[in-house]
């Protein structure tokens, strides 16, 4: 992409509204705009981003055994007078009327739904365990949207919904779904860790929040250290295999959050082991049993027990949140740093002598092969002064950077600059073409 033709608005000063650092980059980076009270667009740099997020999230659902649908945004709301939860939602649930005065809304999960459809073409225990997911934006009317995209009022959501026969297979399912996002949030160079929580509207006995640590967050967790230092376990993974010891490994440690917090039990974790911190919740899984598919009658006949209803499970994994959630786990001063498997460009050249024949060329051959080698550069071909270009490139936070000038080229280099470490390496232009593909090469986990 030619700079000169993207859309990359980006802002000099700090909006004065933006009280956190990511919302205050989003802004600045030219990521988003507020269109009303938590309800963003998302401009061109923040939509690769939120795509990539939710391409690795796909990934590692579809690995994990989950099968991707998509329902719609807005529903019936006979489908939640069934649950019970129409009236239980209370205000944070947007209501609308269409023209024939049947009561929609916009939905804020999709448990209803989901049961509904697994009512109304499962009857047979064959047809257990399942796992769906989807991808899709989500409503609720927060009483105070904050922080940007972090805590929105429409958002987009990953949620999964298992349905198994019995307490002990919905486990399974459960356990894969954890085993997934530790993995899922590895891969975004995310370290989130499972925390005991509170179900919330969702219900159930059994949840867990999965965390990232961070000073702006807006939960309280308490955990013990070695929790912080497990391994992802790997995307070589076996889903169909026992995942209940990598799942044990991380509940044995004392992990929760504010609600659920035990004191006394956090007093028996050692205390140079004791970590109180803030953080961002950034996915949760539940385990609610049969609470939504005993009133909706989503049940499965069986030879030996007969006709029971399914035992379920939801997951949700906030999809633009984590966009705020990564701003806030890797910024420095000068701007955004991202993980390179989130970018929006894998790379950036920067001409600084446009019009200059020997710079436009170099510049161009190296876009031309990296683009051949299936990267995805931003190619600074303006006509802005040096300084803001650089300037500009550091606040989108592209992990490498390629600087192309006449003094370099005269030497036969051009420069690459590492956005995380700063370090800067003149190289000629084919090295420093192979070393950026061989940089992104490299695997997070
Ligand atoms: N149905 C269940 C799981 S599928 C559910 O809705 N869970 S949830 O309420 O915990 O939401 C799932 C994830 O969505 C959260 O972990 C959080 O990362 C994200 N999320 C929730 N509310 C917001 C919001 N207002 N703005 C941005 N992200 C949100």
């Known amino acids: 992409m030619r700079l000169s033709r993207f859309f990359l608005p980006t802002l000099k000063e700090t909006p004065a509204d933006a009280k956190i650092v990511s919302h205050q980059l989003m802004l600045r980076a030219g990521m988003v705009r507020q269109e009303s009270a938590g309800i963003y667009s998302w401009?061109?740099?923040?939509?690769?981003?939120?795509?990539?997020?939710?391409?690795?999230?796909?990934?590692?659902?579809?690995?994990?055994?989950?099968?991707?649908?998509?329902?719609?945004?807005?529903?019936?709301?006979?489908?939640?007078?069934?649950?019970?939860?129409?009236?239980?939602?209370?205000?944070?649930?947007?209501?609308?009327?269409?023209?024939?005065?049947?009561?929609?809304?916009?939905?804020?999960?999709?448990?209803?739904?989901?049961?509904?459809?697994?009512?109304?073409?499962?009857?047979?225990?064959k047809e257990v365990p399942k796992l769906l997911y989807h991808i899709q934006w989500k409503f609720r009317d927060e009483t105070r949207p904050r922080f940007g995209v972090m805590r929105g009022r429409e958002f987009l959501m990953k949620d999964a919904y298992s349905f198994d026969l019995t307490k002990e297979d919905a486990i399974k399912s459960y356990n894969r779904m954890f085993v997934a996002y530790l993995n899922t949030f590895a891969r975004m160079g995310l370290k989130a860790f499972p925390m005991k929580a509170e179900t919330g509207p969702i219900g159930g006995d059994l949840s867990h929040e999965f965390i990232i640590l961070a000073e702006n967050g807006e939960s309280e967790v308490f955990c013990h250290r070695d929790l912080l230092d497990l391994p992802a376990p790997g995307l070589d993974v076996d889903f169909d295999g026992d995942l209940q010891e990598i799942v044990n490994e991380r509940t044995a440690l004392y992990a929760a959050t504010e609600d659920v917090h035990d004191e006394a039990a956090f007093a028996a974790v050692p205390d140079d082991k004791k970590v109180s911190?803030?953080?961002?919740?950034?996915?949760?899984?539940?385990?609610?049993?049969?609470?939504?598919?005993?009133?909706?009658?989503?049940?499965?006949?069986?030879?030996?027990?007969?006709?029971?209803?399914?035992?379920?499970?939801?997951?949700?994994?906030?999809?633009?949140?984590?966009?705020?959630?990564?701003?806030?786990?890797?910024?420095?001063?000068?701007?955004i740093i991202w993980p390179r498997s989130v970018a929006p460009f894998d790379v950036g050249i920067l001409n600084m002598r446009p019009g200059d024949e020997p710079t436009d060329q170099a510049c161009e051959t190296i876009y031309q092969q990296l683009k051949?080698?299936?990267?995805?550069?931003?190619?600074?071909?303006?006509?802005?002064?040096?300084?803001?270009?650089?300037?500009k490139m550091d606040l989108i936070g592209l992990p490498d950077q390629i600087i192309v000038g006449p003094r370099g080229l005269k030497e036969g280099t051009v420069e690459v600059k590492d956005r995380a470490s700063g370090e800067r390496q003149d190289l000629s232009p084919q090295d420093a073409v192979a070393e950026i593909i061989k940089r992104h090469q490299q695997e997070i986990i």
């Not at 961002?280 to 069986?302: C, D, L, N, W």
């Open 43 to 125: 401009l061109p740099l923040g939509f690769r981003v939120l795509k990539k997020v939710e391409q690795i999230v796909r990934e590692e659902q579809d690995r994990a055994g989950a099968v991707e649908m998509l329902m719609p945004t807005i529903q019936p709301a006979e489908l939640w007078r069934e649950s019970g939860r129409y009236d239980a939602y209370g205000d944070e649930m947007l209501r609308i009327r269409d023209r024939h005065d049947r009561e929609m809304l916009y939905g804020p999960t999709n448990e209803e739904m989901l049961t509904s459809i697994f009512a109304n073409f499962c009857r047979s225990y």
């Open 277 to 335: 911190a803030r953080g961002i919740e950034v996915g949760q899984v539940f385990y609610f049993g049969t609470k939504y598919s005993e009133p909706m009658k989503a049940r499965v006949t069986h030879p030996d027990m007969g006709e029971v209803p399914v035992h379920m499970g939801s997951y949700g994994i906030g999809v633009s949140r984590i966009v705020g959630g990564l701003i806030e786990a890797f910024n420095d001063d000068a701007g």
């Open 372 to 391: 051949k080698a299936g990267l995805d550069p931003l190619y600074d071909d303006t006509k802005d002064r040096a300084g803001a270009k650089f300037s």
